[in-house]
């Protein structure tokens, strides 16, 4: 079974940012997607970014596009989220999972397994 540690929140000042860590390890990471995904206080889950087994093809929702980046290092199994110009409205805990393709599509249903979480908090 895929075990899936994220590293890397942390508090950060509006404009600041971050660069996410997901360490996978229990199963062959290069052949499946990823996604990051995060939940803010009181708010259902949302789809992030994604990126496909090879890194070839990768999907953002809006608020991410232009701001945050996502990548893999198949080498070392680590996924990452690099987040730019970050705002509080981006404050949540973010979690990666692994789907159960290749794609890292925006379906949180497409998705098997998941870490435990890391918090993002912006200050304004």
């Known amino acids: 079974q895929a075990q899936l540690v994220e590293t890397g929140g942390g508090l950060v000042q509006a404009g600041g940012s971050l660069r996410l860590s997901c360490a996978a390890s229990?199963?062959?990471?290069?052949?499946?997607?990823v996604g990051w995904f995060r939940q803010p206080p009181g708010k259902e889950r949302e789809f992030v970014a994604g990126?496909?087994?090879?890194?070839?093809?990768?999907w953002y929702s809006d608020s991410g596009k232009g701001r945050f980046t996502i990548s893999r290092d198949n080498a070392k199994n680590t996924a990452y989220l690099q987040m730019n110009s970050l705002n509080p409205e981006d404050t949540a805990a973010y979690y990666c999972?692994?789907?159960?393709?290749?794609?890292?599509?925006?379906?949180?249903?497409?998705?098997?397994?998941w870490g435990q979480g890391t918090q993002v908090t912006v200050s304004s």
């Open positions: 999972a692994q789907s159960r393709s290749g794609w890292g599509r925006p379906n949180v249903d497409e998705y098997i397994y």
């Open positions: 229990g199963h062959t990471f290069s052949n499946y997607g």
């Open positions: 990126i496909s087994w090879s890194g070839g093809s990768t």
